[in-house]
């Protein structure tokens, strides 16, 4: 009986989970709706799209702050600086997701744009080549 009923309350809990992350992700959509003018695309296209028109919406928030300009809301501000940081770090775990596929299923795959791979060198950092100088 006991195994009967922590299947439920395992059940229950996985509800209550899945009911909060649903919750969570039409409180994400309704926010960046109001802030951005415009429905959020899906993948890391249109996360990047939504973080650069973020970053433009900020900017503007800072420069209208700054200027002591009539419309300027602190509310805005502080809503488009967390909604920013949310997409960035969602746009890093992505990418950080598609590099560790890439690289699971191709240990000698090529790195991704941008990444830097070590190079050995024999002489080590600063020793370049100092034979036969004076």
Known sequence: ??????GRHGQRRSDEEEAREERAMALRL??????????PEEG???????????????RGERQRGKAGHWS?????HIALS????????????????????????HPTADPLPGSVSPTPTSAGPGKQGSEGTT
Not at 1 to 6: A, L, S, W
Not at 30 to 39: D, I, K, P, Q, V
Not at 72 to 76: K, P, S, V
Request: hydrophobic share 35%; charged share 40%.
């Open 44 to 58: 890391e296209a249109g996360r990047k799209a939504l973080v650069a028109r973020l970053a433009r919406a900020l």
């Open 30 to 39: 309704r926010t960046l709706r109001r802030l951005t003018g415009r429905e």
């Open 1 to 6: 009986m006991q195994d009967e009923q922590g």
């Open 72 to 76: 300027y809301d602190l509310n805005r």
């Open 82 to 105: 967390q909604a920013y940081r949310a997409e960035c770090a969602a746009l890093r775990a992505c990418r950080e997701t598609l590099r560790a596929g890439r690289t699971k299923d």
